[in-house]
C-alpha cells in the first residue's frame, strides 16, 4: 500500500478574507464542473416543453416579427437601409444574450442554495456556466440571422463588414462581463432583500429601451439624448455587432472605451460583493 505521506498533493483549508479573491486557477480546476453545469442550464431550460430547443428559434422570429410590424410598419422607425427583419432578429440576438447573462446570474444564490449548502466548489463557476450556456443560445441564434442574410445577400440589400467579424467573441466578452456584472450585484443583494427579483425583469425590459435594439442609435437626436444613450455601456457594443454582422452601425472610440471601464468597474464590484456574501449566505436565504 503506498505510503499517504509521500502524497504529492496537499490541501490547504484557510479562511477567505478577501473580498477581490478570483482564485481563477481554482476554478480552472473544476472546468468539468462549468461544463456541466452548462449542459444543466441548457437542457432544464427546455425540459417538458412541446417543442423544445426550437424556442431558441421561435421566440426571436416571433419578437422581430411583432417589432417589425409596430416599430417599422406603424412607427415608422428607419433601420438604416437594413431589412427591419434582419435588423431586428440581429438586435434580439444580442440583446438577448446581454440579458439572459444578467437575468440568470441574478438568481444564483437564491435558485442554487440547495447545491451551495450541500457541498464546497468554486461558486463563480455558476456565474461562468450562464454565460457560456447563453453563448450557446445566441451561437443558435445566429445560425437564423445568418439563413436571413443569405437571402438578403442574394438580394444586395446587406452589406456586412466581414474584416470586422473578429469583433463578434471580443463584444461576447465584453458584454458577458457586464451582464455577469450586474447579475452577481442583484443575486447578492436578493439573498436579503427578495423583492428585487420583481424588478429586474422590468428593469431589464426598460433598459432595452434605453439601448439601441429597436431602433439604430443614428436616429436619435443629436444633443444630451444622443449622449445619454452613448453613455448607456450596452449601447456602442450593439451598434459594434451590427456594424460587423450587418454592415451599419456607430461607433466611438470614447464613449467605447468608457464601456470597457464601466463594465471593468461592474464585474470587480460584483465580485467583492459576491464574496463577502458567499461566506455566510446561507443565513439569510
Not at 468539468?32 to 426550437?54: C, E, H, M, W
Not at 437575468?103 to 444564490?109: E, H, K, L, M, P
Not at 455577469?180 to 443583494?189: A, K, R
Request: include cysteine; charged fraction near 10%.
Amino acid at each position: 500500500m503506498a505510503d499517504i505521506s509521500q502524497s504529492n498533493y496537499h490541501i490547504h483549508i484557510t479562511a477567505k478574507h478577501r473580498w477581490l479573491d478570483l482564485n481563477l486557477k481554482e476554478v480552472w480546476r473544476y472546468r468539468d464542473l462549468i461544463l456541466l453545469f452548462t449542459r444543466r442550464n441548457f437542457v432544464v431550460s427546455y425540459k417538458q416543453t412541446v417543442l423544445g430547443p426550437a424556442w431558441i428559434f421561435l421566440t426571436p422570429l416571433f419578437s422581430s416579427i411583432v417589432q417589425a410590424f409596430v416599430f417599422g410598419g406603424i412607427a415608422g422607425i428607419e433601420t438604416d437601409g437594413i431589412p427591419m427583419l434582419l435588423f431586428y432578429l440581429c438586435s434580439n440576438a444580442v440583446w438577448g444574450f446581454f440579458s439572459t447573462c444578467l437575468t440568470n446570474n441574478a438568481g444564483t444564490f437564491t435558485e442554487n442554495a440547495y447545491v451551495f449548502g450541500k457541498v464546497y466548489f468554486p461558486r463563480l463557476t455558476t456565474p461562468i456556466s450562464n454565460i457560456l450556456s447563453c453563448a450557446i443560445r445566441f451561437g443558435i441564434q445566429m445560425i437564423l440571422v445568418l439563413i436571413f442574410m443569405v437571402y438578403f445577400l442574394i438580394q444586395g440589400t446587406v452589406h456586412p463588414n466581414w474584416w470586422a467579424w473578429f469583433l463578434i467573441p471580443v463584444e461576447l466578452i465584453h458584454l458577458g462581463i457586464l451582464g455577469m456584472g450586474f447579475g452577481i450585484i442583484i443575486s447578492s443583494l436578493t439573498t436579503k432583500y427578495r423583492d428585487l427579483t420583481v424588478l429586474v425583469g422590468f428593469g431589464v425590459s426598460l433598459w432595452m429601451y434605453l439601448t439601441p435594439i429597436v431602433y439604430p442609435l443614428s436616429t436619435a437626436a443629436e444633443g444630451w439624448m444622443k449622449t445619454a444613450l452613448m453613455i448607456n455601456p450596452v449601447t456602442i457594443p450593439v451598434e459594434l455587432m451590427r456594424f460587423a454582422i450587418l454592415g451599419k452601425g456607430t461607433f466611438h472610440l470614447g464613449y467605447y472605451s468608457l464601456s470597457w471601464v464601466v463594465t471593468l468597474l461592474v464585474a470587480v464590484l460584483g465580485i467583492m460583493i459576491f464574496n463577502k456574501v458567499e461566506r455566510n449566505f446561507m443565513d439569510t436565504v
